[in-house]
């Protein structure tokens, strides 16, 4: 039953988590169902907001950047959430025409995708034979339900996994071979428009800075100014519900505050939006000598509390589906930061792209599977002419290096430097710009693919649980219909859902584009898998 816009003022929500759901799931409360800003609060475990999208540091101590998402046009939700967000340097601008315009100025085309023996790979052609077609189409055409928990090894063979496609599907969306068949399908229908301009990354879209400096900050400025609650450092560490047989009630939160237990009893006009587990959590951070250490789960963290919560209803999900294959789950990136441009002037000549307009470079004959982004300068607000910042990862970080001669995992920040100059070919030409390198920090993360686990329905709980009446859950761990984890879309969508559905909005959740209902993409992603 949609309630009146003038009984609104007497309804309170109570947010879970700081990332991007928990922030638009804020911004829908007062954008769409008209809660006063000062009527929601919002919890972070942590002592920033933004979750996964993150960027913080400085020239002095070197930034960090623990991963970033990719955007495209299609975006819906999050186009949408963002046209109401005016830029934090033109409030008559929103963040969807500050990303616009900067994606016409800076527009991605890579010339230098993939890497073997330091040299350049041709992309023309993905390198598929007619049996991998057959099994990407069939793909396509098996219900989801029917594919179970099997992983994509199961289903290609394995010279599939030899070929330019994979090497590029696996390291633009972070897929490993043993990662969710189901979750492949979803992005296989869901991003079959880029297809054709898939092998030098068209269709990607970046913001202008870092996502933190891009995204999370003109929200949370835009929500304190409407007087929304954040209370940082408090964990939430339990829900209290009230299960019935036909109906589902949140009925109290506990939190911490400094360690000290509190507890908000949740009344007849209350809400409760809770995050649920977390891609970035335990990541650890090393240095420049020291290794970044894989840290075990947090006690009072995101996963913790799923747990608790699962625990008390078969409907709230599974989550040591996800968090529970660390081995499998984990991969590691790295941020470097250099007050010497020869690193960024010789990519810009080896790859022909300038900064910003590339994406991902990434070296096939890496034992670690490393790629490495120039992002446009400058990545962060703060950051000086004269100092520069890029991005890479390793996907296969237990394997030993080809230089280094010891796991990605075990390597610290000079070391990781060696194993990625050494493959370029630089060793020499960046010798005498060792002691330009202000950091290159490592960040091991043990679930940054936690939402690719194998799955079976039920393992995701579904947005407003059947019979929920006050409750809802956020984030990369809940079911959508159709849409793909990994992607500040599922998160946006997942708070309109969310709100729109617990308040009985008009509004509907913005429709999810069909790129595989239209004939023209059908044509033209067939045309670019057989060339």
């Given at each position: 039953m949609p309630h009146r816009a003038g009984n609104r003022a007497q309804h309170r929500a109570y947010i879970v988590g700081g990332g991007i759901a928990g922030l638009a799931s804020a911004v829908y409360l007062i954008r769409?169902?008209?809660?006063?800003?000062?009527n929601i609060t919002l919890f972070n475990q942590e002592s920033i907001n933004g979750g996964a999208l993150d960027g913080s540091g400085s020239a002095e101590r070197g930034y960090l950047i623990r991963g970033g998402r990719m955007h495209e046009e299609h975006f819906v939700c999050e186009w949408d959430l963002l046209s109401g967000i005016p830029t934090l340097d033109d409030p008559s601008a929103s963040i969807t025409q500050e990303i616009f315009k900067f994606n016409t100025q800076v527009v991605s085309c890579s010339h230098s995708r993939l890497l073997r023996g330091g040299k350049k790979i041709d992309v023309s052609s993905y390198g598929l034979s007619k049996h991998d077609i057959f099994n990407l189409l069939r793909l396509n055409g098996t219900p989801e339900a029917l594919l179970g928990a099997k992983t994509i090894d199961e289903w290609f063979t394995p010279e599939f996994f030899d070929t330019v496609f994979w090497h590029l599907w696996a390291t633009t969306f972070a897929f490993q071979r043993w990662s969710s068949l189901a979750e492949m399908r979803?992005?296989?229908?869901?991003?079959?428009h880029l297809l054709p301009g898939f092998n030098q990354l068209k269709g990607i879209m970046r913001t202008v800075y870092n996502q933190y400096d891009a995204v999370v900050l003109p929200i949370e400025t835009w929500l304190r100014g409407q007087g929304v609650n954040f209370l940082m450092r408090a964990p939430v560490t339990d829900v209290e519900f009230d299960i019935g047989e036909r109906a589902k009630r949140a009925t109290a939160v506990h939190y911490l505050v400094s360690g000290v237990p509190q507890r908000i009893a949740l009344g007849e006009s209350d809400y409760l939006f809770v995050t649920l587990g977390s891609m970035v959590e335990s990541a650890g951070i090393g240095s420049m000598t020291t290794a970044a250490p894989l840290l075990p789960r947090a006690p009072t963290g995101a996963w913790a509390l799923w747990e608790r919560i699962a625990a008390k209803d078969a409907a709230f999900g599974h989550p040591a589906t996800f968090n529970g294959h660390v081995d499998k789950s984990k991969w590691m990136s790295f941020t470097v930061t250099l007050k010497d441009p020869t690193f960024f002037e010789h990519m810009e000549r080896f790859t022909g792209n300038k900064a910003g307009t590339g994406g991902l470079v990434t070296i096939t004959d890496s034992n670690?599977?490393?790629?490495v982004v120039l992002a446009h300068q400058p990545h962060f607000r703060n950051q000086p002419p004269d100092t520069f910042v890029f991005w890479g990862d390793g996907l296969l970080p237990d394997k030993p290096g080809n230089?280094?001669?010891?796991?990605?995992?075990?390597?610290?920040?000079?070391?990781?430097?060696?194993?990625?100059?050494s493959h370029l070919g630089i060793i020499e030409m960046m010798q005498p710009a060792m002691d330009k390198i202000v950091s290159c920090a490592p960040c091991m993360m043990p679930y940054i693919d936690s939402q690719f686990m194998p799955r079976t329905k039920g393992d995701r709980p579904l947005v407003i649980p059947d019979g929920a009446k006050n409750f809802a859950f956020l984030g990369q761990f809940v079911e959508l219909e159709r849409d793909c984890v990994f992607t500040v879309e599922y998160s946006v969508r997942t708070a309109q859902t969310a709100v729109f559905g617990l308040f009985g909005l008009e509004r509907e959740v913005t429709p999810i584009y069909r790129g595989d209902h239209d004939i023209h993409v059908l044509i033209h992603a067939l045309q670019a898998l057989i060339r």
């Open positions: 769409e169902a008209g809660l006063p800003g000062n979803r992005y296989a229908l869901r991003f079959m670690w599977l490393m790629s230089y280094v001669q010891k796991p990605m995992s075990s390597c610290n920040g000079a070391e990781i430097l060696h194993e990625l100059f």
